[in-house]
């Protein structure tokens, strides 16, 4: 039976707002998108005219889109992770179905309030946590089911979150700083907790986390150096890798690379625009004088309710690109850097490799590994059909593996191990 085609509501038109309606573009026999809401003027209108959207269903505010009667079945909210609670409370009450960016919202309170309310109105839920879509997520998953290495014992995680991009998001960008979005672990570690949490398929029962900031700030700028890098002397500027202009323009501008995260300073790549931006504002900022307090490297371990373990390290000084995953089982290990799984059996010494490729054509679709173009089907196909088995990022999972990141941040704070209740 073909699916019905499902309406949707886009709520903030940046990175991943327009990444998603990029999808729909490509897709355009599952899904349309028939409003939006964004306040700046340029996004709104790209993502409306890529969709021919009447003007009068191009929204600066969500609230103009809440106070009306009920016209799609679906709201995306890609809105700033401080600004989910308020959207997904109005929507819910009207019967859309969501899908919301992850993190659910900054406080444990506030996604509890969310999860509470989504859940009272029943209406088809689901949290962007990516990595549960992948292929590869779903061929590991499948082989540690099956038993290929016994029972888990501890795993080992890697997010190398990388020198470039904690300096684009979480020292220079809109991630950077506490108490205008979230703590670091929320804000982009979010998905490795769940991740791990989803792969072990148990509870986790206590936390543990360490961490601190250790060279974004104010005590390591070199002697001699600017406040903005476009100020920096050559001597200074030219050796340093955290360079605004080594980043955006002799990494990338230099080499035809124009995309994320280079359009995010500016909505026109040119030299010019990003030359004035890097000038004029936040992401020429010197990474030594920036107002950022979020973690640059951090650890947090977990325990399970069988006595199995987890370690997860997140570290800004590492550019290994994919996360990168050890697992130990009762009868063979793990070894995988998120597209190989490489297999060894402990009774028979046979070592064999799945290799869990796709074609990265640098399309939302393929974006995160096939994990952004997942959520979007699983999210379609449930509205589309009412059959929910395809979500598996839903409110009660996701609210448990924030629960588990918001205890980190409490024992990375405290030094104390906390239970997970």
């Given at each position: 039976m073909e699916e019905k085609r499902v309406k949707l509501i886009i709520i903030g038109c940046g990175g991943r707002g327009s990444g998603y309606a990029k999808y729909v573009e490509n897709f355009p026999g599952k899904a349309e998108i028939v409003?939006?809401?964004?306040?700046?003027?340029?996004?709104?209108?790209?993502?409306?005219?890529?969709h021919n959207i009447p003007e009068n269903m191009r929204f600066r505010t969500w609230e103009d889109i809440a106070a009306m009667p009920k016209f799609a079945d679906g709201v995306l909210v890609c809105t700033m992770d401080e600004l989910h609670e308020a959207p997904v409370m109005a929507f819910a009450d009207k019967g859309y179905h969501i899908l919301l960016e992850k993190p659910i919202a900054p406080t444990l309170e506030a996604c509890r309030r969310i999860v509470a309310k989504v859940k009272e109105k029943g209406i088809i839920f689901a949290v962007c946590h990516v990595l549960r879509y992948t292929q590869f997520t779903k061929q590991l998953k499948k082989l540690l089911v099956e038993g290929v290495i016994g029972d888990i014992v501890s795993i080992q995680h890697l997010?190398?979150?990388?020198?470039?991009?904690?300096?684009?998001?979480?020292?220079?960008?809109?991630?950077?700083?506490?108490k205008e979005s979230c703590f670091m672990l929320l804000a982009k570690c979010c998905h490795d907790v769940d991740w791990l949490s989803h792969i072990m398929g148990k509870k986790c029962s206590k936390i543990h986390s360490f961490?601190?900031?250790?060279?974004?700030?104010?005590?390591?700028?070199?002697?001699?150096?600017?406040d903005r890098c476009t100020d920096c002397p050559t001597e200074i500027e030219s050796f340093c890798p955290y360079s605004a202009l080594k980043i955006y323009m002799r990494d990338r501008m230099a080499k035809g690379q124009n995309g994320w995260p280079t359009n995010v300073l500016t909505p026109e790549v040119t030299p010019a625009s990003v030359t004035k931006a890097l000038k004029e504002g936040p992401y020429g900022r010197c990474v030594y004088k920036c107002d950022n307090d979020v973690v640059d490297n951090q650890v947090v371990n977990m325990t399970f309710e069988d006595g199995s373990t987890t370690q997860m390290v997140m570290t800004a000084f590492c550019n290994e690109g994919a996360r990168q995953t050890r697992i130990f089982g009762t009868k063979g290990s793990i070894v995988t850097d998120s597209t190989l799984i490489h297999i060894t059996n402990f009774l028979t010494g046979e070592k064999r490799t799945v290799d869990t490729k796709i074609l990265n054509d640098g399309s939302i679709n393929t974006g995160h590994g096939g994990g952004d173009g997942g959520v979007m089907d699983a999210f379609i196909h449930a509205v589309a059909t009412g059959d929910t088995s395809s979500i598996i990022s839903g409110a009660d999972e996701t609210l448990e593996s924030h629960l588990m990141c918001f205890l980190a941040e409490e024992s990375r704070l405290t030094g104390e191990v906390r239970e997970v209740k």
């Open positions: 409003a939006v809401a964004e306040p700046r003027d340029f996004y709104r209108n790209q993502v409306g005219d890529w997010e190398p979150v990388g020198h470039w991009h904690q300096c684009h998001s979480f020292v220079r960008g809109n991630w950077r700083n506490t961490g601190s900031l250790f060279e974004f700030r104010a005590d390591k700028q070199p002697a001699g150096a600017a």
